[in-house]
């Protein structure tokens, strides 16, 4: 019986981000990453049997990156800074990588634009850890 491969688990610990080539550090939680067929429906008339679903655009929903505030955090507000002055959109990247900073699979993201970035609540009284977020709005991503 012939040998089975390892199956190399995508287990990643950290996303690392790059806008316009600047390097914005490693974030610990990556959301929305994703792609939704818009479906138009058609009725034919004298076909009562179905409604023709129909494939029209591609949508795809803002990526959420968050992880514990850093210095890093400067980098993204003088990004934010630069594009709003600016008017231009960046392309990007988001890298999954593992413990051992191997990359598993990197997305390229086209026409990036920032939607929000939420800083800390500060709070003397409280002992969480600082958590900043960064939304971005894009075009479409590639796989590699």
Not at 41 to 62: I, M, Q
Request: charged share 25%; hydrophobic share 40%.
């Amino acid at each position: 019986m012939p040998m089975r491969e390892a199956v190399d688990w995508a287990l990643t610990v950290s996303y690392q981000v790059r806008l316009d080539n600047e390097e914005l550090g490693d974030f610990a939680t990556c959301e929305g990453l994703g792609i939704e067929v818009v479906i138009e429906t058609r009725e034919e008339g004298g076909n009562n049997d179905f409604v023709w679903a129909l494939p029209s655009r591609l949508k795809y929903p803002n990526v959420k990156l968050t992880r514990a505030l850093s210095a890093d955090a400067a980098k993204v507000v003088r990004w934010i800074s630069g594009i709003v002055e600016s008017k231009d959109r960046s392309n990007g990247e988001i890298i999954a990588k593992t413990s051992a900073g191997e990359t598993v699979l990197t997305w390229s993201l086209a026409d990036v634009v920032p939607v929000r970035w939420t800083g800390p609540s500060l709070n003397s009284d409280s002992s969480k850890v600082a958590i900043e977020t960064l939304e971005l709005a894009h075009h479409g991503f590639t796989v590699a």
